[in-house]
C-alpha cells in the first residue's frame, strides 16, 4: 500500500526538459557568465588579468569612457520613450480599429501593417536612409506635393532629429507586433463582457476606456516590458542607417553601438573585449533591473479577470 | 552479401586514397581581404598569373565587406580558421597582430628588397627591427573635376587656394553644378577627403606629421587648425542636404555629371572611369600661394602578411615573393588604376588619369595620413575622433578651433610623446 503510493520518480519531466535546458545553458547561460567573466579581467601584456572591478571605474569614472556612456545611455532612454508614446499607442488603435466589426480587409490590414516587423534591419535601414535622401529619396517629393516641402530637412543628418528619425523607424518596424498581441487579447473578450456593457448603456469611446482597455492592460504591460528588452538591446537599425560611429557627433550612439566599438574596434580603433564586456555587463543589469521593476512591482498589481 | 560489403570498401578507400592524393600534391593558399571589390581582378588577371608560373600552388581569395573586415578576422585568427595570407591594413592594426604572434616576421622574404624603407613604415615595428607585411599600394588624394563643366564655365585648374575658391564661387553663382560633391552622413569622407586631403600643405607634410607625433606640435598649433578653417568653407560649396549624403551619394553626384569638383582619393579611378561619360581631370590639393611646395597625402594603404599559423608557409612566401616583384606591380597597378604601386622598380601605368595623380610624387612631397602612425593607439581613438569632428566643423557644429581643442584634450589624456 505504502509502496503504491509513492510515485517513482518522474524521468520523463527530465528527460523532455533537456534539450531546451542543454542547448539554452550552451548558447545563452554560458556565453552571459563569460562575459560577466571577462568584465572583471583586462588584458595586460597580452596577458588575461584579475582586476576586480576596475573596468568598471574606468567606464564610469574617466571621462573618455563615462561621457559615451552616459551620451549612450541617455540617447537610448530617449529611444525607449519614443517607442513608448508613439508605438504602443498606435499599436493600441490599430488594434482597436482592427476588432471593429464595421472594418472591411481586416485580414489585408493585418497583413501589411505586419510585414515591416518580418524584414530584416538591413532592408529598413538601406530603404529608409533612401526615403529620406535629400538627393535621391522620394520623402522631399512626396511632401513637396502636398506643400510641405519646406518642412524638409536632412533629418538623419541632423543631431538634433537624427535619434528621434530613427526611433520613428524603428517605431514603424515594430508596430505590428504590439497591435497583433492587443488585437489577440481584444478578441478574446467574451461578447457577454460587452454586451452587459451596452445594456447599461456603456458604448462607444466610454466602453473602449471602461471596459476594454482594463482587460488588455496586462498585454499592454507585456508589450512595455518586449519593448524595453529590445529598445535596450538595439544595435542593427542604427549600425545600418548611420555606421558604427552612430553620427552626426555621436548623437544615435545607443548602447549596442558603444558596445559593438568598444568590443570588435573600429577603422584604426583596436577592440577591447574587456571593455565590451563591461559595457555588455552594464546592459545586462539595466535590462535585469527594469525587468524586476516590472515583474514585483508593476506586474502583482494588474488586476487580471478570469472569464 | 559479404562481396557487396567489400566493394562498397574498396571503393570508399579508393576514393578517399585518391582524395588524399590530390590534396597533397596541391597547396591552397586562402586570402583574407577587406576589399572585396578587386575580387574579379584576383580571379581573372593575379590569380591565373601567378598559378602560370606555380603549378601546385592554389589561390583562393575570400574577401569580406570593408567594415566587417577587422572584427571578422580577429574572431578567425583567435579560433585558428584564418586563410594562409592576410591583407594587411596599415599600421597599428596589424602591428597589434604581429605583436600577439598572428602575423610570421617577413623582414628577409626575398623580394622585400624592392622597397624603400617609407613604403615598408606603415608595416615595420616601432624600432625598425621587423617588417611583417609586403607593401602592396598607396593612395594618393587629390581633387578629381569634371572637365566639361570646366570648359563650359572657362574655368582654369586652380593652383592656389584663392584660385580654388573663385573657382567654386563662379560654379555656383552659375548654379548648373554643385561646386562640390561631399557630404559629411558617413563622418570619414570629411576626415579623410577634407582635412587629410588639404591638410599636408598646411602642416607640410612628414615635418608637421613627424613633429606631432614627436609632441613638438599640437593639434592646437596654427597649421593644424587652417584646414578645418578651410573646410568650415566648404560648407557653402556643397550640395542641399549634405548633411545626410553618404558616400555613395556623392560618387554619384559626381559621375552623374551633377558636381563639378570631388575631394577624391585615387581609389575612386577605377569605379569613375566606367561610371562617368565625362572626361575627367584632377588636381593636387591648391597651395597657399603660388610657388609654394605642394605636399600630397600618398597614404600606404594596404600590404599583405602571412598567417604565422599557416600550415603552408613555404608556398605561402612564394606568394608573397611573387607579390613583391615588378610583375605583380604592373598587373595590380594597371587593374586598380588609383592603387599605385610602392615597388621602388617604376611601373607603367596606361590611365591617363591615373598618371596625372602618381605624377605629383614628382612635384610634390609625399606624406601619409596624420593620424595613423602611433596617434591613434589609445582612447579615445584619434582617428575615430577625427572623422567625427571633422563632420562637425563642415556642418557648424563646432568651429575650427573647439574641434582642434577637443581633439587635442582627448589625445593629451593618453599620449605622452616620448621627450
Known sequence: MAAASKRPFPWHIGV???????????????????????SLFRSVEQVQTFVGFDNFRTLFTDPNWSFNFCNALKNNVWFFIIHMVVQ?????????????????????????????????????GFAWKLILSPIWGVAPNLMGLVGL??????WLGKEEYALT???LISVWQFVGIPMMLIYAALLSIPDEVIEAAECDGITGWSQFWKIKLPLILP???IISILTFVGNFNAFDLIYTAQGALAGPNYSTDILGTFLYRAFFGFQLQVGDPNMGATIATMMFLIILVGVCFYLFLVQRRLRRYQF | MKTKFLTALLLGSSVLGFAGVASAADVTLNVESWRNDDLAIWKDKLIPAFEAKNPGIKVVFGPSSPTEYDAALGAKLAAGSAGDLITCRPFDKSLELYKKGNLADLTKLSGMENFSDVAKSAWTTDDGSATFCVPMASVIHGFIYNKEAFEKLGLKVPETRDEFFAALDKIKADGTYIPMAMGTKD???????????????YWKGEEGRLALIKGEQKLTDKDWVEPYAELAKWKSYLGDGFEAQTYPDSQNLFTLGRAAIYPAGSWEIGLFNTQAQFKMGAFPPPVGKAGDTCYISDHTDIGIGLNAASKNADAAKTFLTWVASPEFATIYANALPGFFSLNSTAVKMEDPLAQEFVSWREKCKPTIRSTYQVLSRGTPNLENETWVESANVINGTDTPEVAAEKLQKGLDSWYKPAK
Open chain 1, 219 to 221: 498585454a499592454i504591460g
Open chain 2, 187 to 201: 563622418l570619414w569622407e570629411a576626415a579623410t577627403m577634407g582635412y587629410q586631403n588639404i591638410g599636408p600643405n
Open chain 1, 165 to 167: 528619425a530613427l526611433s
Open chain 1, 16 to 38: 523532455f526538459l533537456a534539450p531546451a535546458v542543454l542547448v539554452y545553458t550552451a548558447i545563452m547561460i554560458l556565453p552571459l557568465f563569460g562575459t560577466l567573466q571577462l
Open chain 1, 149 to 154: 516641402k519646406s518642412f524638409f530637412t536632412p
Open chain 1, 88 to 124: 504602443n499607442p498606435i499599436g493600441v488603435m490599430l488594434a482597436a480599429l482592427l476588432s471593429s466589426p464595421k472594418l472591411r480587409f481586416t485580414a489585408f490590414y493585418r497583413t501589411a501593417i505586419f510585414i515591416p516587423t518580418i524584414l530584416s534591419f538591413v532592408i529598413v
